[in-house]
């Protein structure tokens, strides 16, 4: 059972035919392999192609296991490439292939190709690849479902929605296939098994030396704090107090650096809101999805507030704005949401329960002087909007039943 994923498709669709090559990057089984599949399917349905000019590999397959090089890769397709009409190459989690950018240079300077490719890594587009094809590929960064694709799974699938879909999502996320899952046992057994496939196939390979007891630790330790205030510091300290041996604040910086090109956290820069600028240092982590939270969390408990920052942080990143955390002279707001040029400050909060929460929220902008729109999203259902700060339902958000303004 599967859904169109309109807002990706839509993006993608004007590159058909483009000459750049369509790179598809995100965390493992976000549903990057299905979207290649919708490609496909509009390409054949929708235009002239014919079947035998679209060459489809898998690297994941067992079929394709051979395929370990460059030099295979490309007797492999250009076996396949028998005439000069345009031929259509998806190549799925391509990082498995040594030199794959050899062999994307080659086609795309000496055949008519169009190229898609996907890869569990961040990384896809750097090194290389970069140095290669710089200026010649279009990124496009998938995520897991996003809480309105996540009803529409169920509605266009005829299924009856979980109780409580909101906090069901909140819980246990939008990664895909979890929805095959109805107990919350089951469900958070199928989180882990990404978590851990993540790590033993991306991360701690034969090739990395990294210990992988340490980093399950660390990483652990570092998913299940999502979008809390962050320290270096303070993971050597959690990790030296109850282990022999000992980690040091650089070791922290390579496994965040490895989680990040994993596709499974985001590093979120602080943005001086008084001088318009964003500061070098890293303020806070988020997770790709909020299910990672409970799989990386052996109490089984999650901060609801912490899971709702988390939340609307992937939201706003589906949505296309660039997010960074707000610093005032006072302290700090959730969110700085940029796009083209304009941007607007966001708060947010599980409800607006008593009067000191709602003077903490809205009075978290009472030294920005930045005339930008200001918001406070809550789990509250009463319009609370006050002193030209508006308050917004984060569902009725997440759902498209309002939306902010940025200027």
């Known amino acids: 059972m599967l859904i169109k994923r309109k807002q990706y498709l839509e993006n993608i669709r004007r590159f058909y035919e483009s000459n750049l090559i369509k790179v598809l990057t995100g965390v493992r089984r976000c549903g990057k392999s299905v979207l290649l599949n919708q490609i496909k399917e509009e390409l054949l349905a929708e235009t002239k192609i014919r079947e035998d000019h679209i060459i489809s590999i898998n690297f994941e397959d067992i079929k394709f296991s051979k395929i370990k090089n460059c030099n295979k890769l490309n007797d492999y397709i250009l ?17 498995h292939v040594r030199q794959f950018e050899k062999v994307l240079a080659s086609l795309k300077a000496t055949k008519n190709v169009s190229i898609f490719v996907t890869g569990s890594n961040s990384k896809l587009l750097s090194g290389k690849l970069a140095s290669l094809l710089v200026g010649r590929c279009k990124e496009f960064k998938i995520m897991p479902f996003s809480y309105s694709e996540f009803v529409k799974y169920y509605e266009e699938n005829g299924l009856i929605l979980p109780n409580k879909p909101l906090q069901n999502y909140l819980r246990f996320g939008g990664m895909p296939q979890r929805m095959d899952y109805n107990l919350e046992e089951d469900i958070k057994e199928y989180l882990k ?7 033993d196939k991306d991360i701690c390979n034969a090739k990395s ?11 652990k330790y570092i998913i299940s704090n999502a979008s809390k205030e962050f320290s270096t510091s303070s993971v050597v300290e959690y990790y030296n ?13 390579r496994y ?9 956290i985001s590093r979120v820069k602080r943005y001086d ?17 909020n299910g990672f939270l409970l799989a990386c969390n052996d109490s089984n408990k999650i901060l609801i507030s912490h ?53 903490r929220e809205f009075g978290a902008f009472d030294s920005v002087r930045d005339p930008s729109p200001k918001y406070v999203f809550s789990l509250d259902e009463y319009d609370m909007s006050m002193k ?10 997440l759902l498209n039943r309002v939306d902010i303004f940025l200027s």
């Open 79 to 95: 076996k396949r490439i028998l005439d000069e009409n345009k031929y259509y190459i998806f190549l799925d989690e391509i990082q």
């Open 193 to 199: 098994s990404i978590y851990y496939g993540i790590i």
């Open 209 to 219: 030396k990294i210990d992988k007891e340490t980093f399950f630790t660390i990483s």
């Open 241 to 253: 107090k109850n282990n022999s041996d000992k980690i040091y604040s650089e070791n922290v910086y």
């Open 256 to 264: 965040l650096d490895k989680l990040e090109q994993a596709c499974l």
């Open 273 to 289: 809101i008084s001088s318009k600028r964003t500061l070098k240092h890293i303020e806070k982590q988020f997770v790709v999805d």
């Open 307 to 359: 899971a709702l920052e988390n939340l609307v942080y992937n939201e706003l990143i589906f949505r296309g704005y660039d997010v960074k955390i707000g610093k005032t002279y006072k302290g700090e707001i959730d969110f700085v949401a940029i796009k083209d040029g304009k941007k607007c400050f966001i708060q947010v909060a599980y409800l607006l329960a008593n009067d000191d929460v709602i003077k």
């Open 388 to 397: 030209g700060i508006t308050h917004f339902n984060i569902e009725d958000w």
